[in-house]
């Protein structure tokens, strides 16, 4: 037994070695899958707009008057109306001057007209009598002194002068008195009760409320987008811009009348003139006021085919987008305009590009990526 308890070992040995051979694992070779990262896009849409343009200004009257004294007076009596701040209709009395020393001068006025007139009637009569003399007894032609032509001429002068003192004096009454021609509001006033004024003299500032107009500064980038002439003209009704003027919450429609021809010292812009009708102060809840503040968005010419991308998804005039192989590119683009948080993009994208929305870690032109989960 001894004797073969080697072999018996080696043999027990063999046995398990094949064992051991036979079940050993086998390695399956395994596909190497590529990790395509998933993103998300935003379709890119052309479309025509309109150029939003952006400005700011302060809100002044349209029609604002000076009030100046034509005579040599005194104030006998003042609106309540005129205090500085006050608001008035049109039609309302605002001021009345002395105007007793004008009622006389009218009378004489009026006295010295009819006594032109029957001298002019007296020397029209005495001018025919002498024709009809000069034909029954003269010979030749008379001359203008025996026909009375001067005389005519004289009473046909004094007639006319006296005419115009006559609407002089009809003028100088109706200029004691001072009637709002408009619904406005004072400004400030420069009188009182008994004030001496003479020609010249300062008796207060109103301005009409019916209308506002707004200055708003033109940036040079903006201009060609207006479609505008900056000539200082008005516009054409057909070509007018419309505009919205905001001031918090509160927006006011508007137009633009006019433009500037000169470039503004203070701002170094061009500017144009928005005008707001106030004449239906019962459709605004909030009134506007003058001197206020106002922001405002002027629509300018229509662009088309142009795609609006937020502001923020562009960098050095280029955009990533996912293209229609579904592989990441960086497009070179054509940024017209930028209008508060959104890019103006003309040229640049190809037909079925997408707006690559995702933050990724690494950008890379022609990278495979997916819109779907895996």
Do not use: C, H
């Amino acid at each position: 037994m001894k004797k073969y308890i080697g072999l018996i070992i080696l043999a027990f040995s063999i046995i398990i070695a094949g064992v051991l051979i036979k079940s050993r694992p086998v390695v399956v070779p395994k596909e190497n899958k590529e990790d395509i990262p998933y993103v998300k896009t935003m379709m890119i849409l052309p479309r025509t707009v309109k150029a939003s343009i952006s400005s700011q200004g302060i809100v002044q009257p349209e029609s604002e008057l000076t009030l100046l004294s034509e005579l040599n007076s005194r104030v006998e009596w003042l609106s309540t109306k005129m205090e500085a701040g006050s608001s008035f209709k049109e039609g309302d009395t605002l001021i009345v001057l002395d105007k007793r020393d004008y009622e006389l001068a009218l009378i004489t006025a009026e006295s010295e007209v009819l006594n032109a007139e029957v001298n002019l009637e007296r020397e029209q009569a005495e001018s025919e009598l002498a024709k009809k003399e000069w034909k029954r007894v003269g010979a030749g032609l008379g001359s203008d002194l025996a026909l009375r032509k001067p005389q005519m001429a004289q009473a046909k002068a004094t007639y006319a002068a006296a005419k115009a003192r006559l609407e002089q004096a009809k003028r100088n009454l109706s200029r004691t008195v001072f009637i709002a021609s408009f619904d406005g509001r004072v400004r400030s006033t420069n009188i009182e009760i008994g004030t001496t004024v003479f020609p010249g003299t300062l008796l207060g500032n109103i301005y009409a409320i019916s209308a506002y107009e707004i200055r708003l500064p033109i940036a040079d980038q903006d201009i060609p987008f207006s479609g505008l002439k900056f000539n200082g003209q008005k516009i054409e009704e057909s070509k007018r811009l419309d505009v919205i003027i905001i001031q918090g919450d509160n927006k006011w429609p508007a137009i633009i009348v006019r433009t500037d021809a000169e470039i503004d010292p203070a701002t170094r812009m061009m500017a144009v003139v928005a005008k707001v009708d106030n004449s239906d102060r019962k459709m605004f809840t909030t009134p506007l006021a003058v001197g206020q503040f106002v922001q405002a968005k002027i629509s300018g010419i229509e662009i088309s085919e142009i795609s609006i991308l937020p502001r923020s998804y562009v960098r050095n005039e280029s955009v990533w987008v996912v293209d229609n192989q579904m592989l990441m590119q960086n497009r070179l683009v054509e940024v017209l305009r930028n209008e508060d948080e959104f890019a103006l993009i003309g040229e640049g994208f190809e037909p079925g590009d997408k707006l690559l929305t995702s933050r990724v870690s690494s950008l890379v032109n022609g990278l495979k990526v997916t819109l779907e989960l895996r």
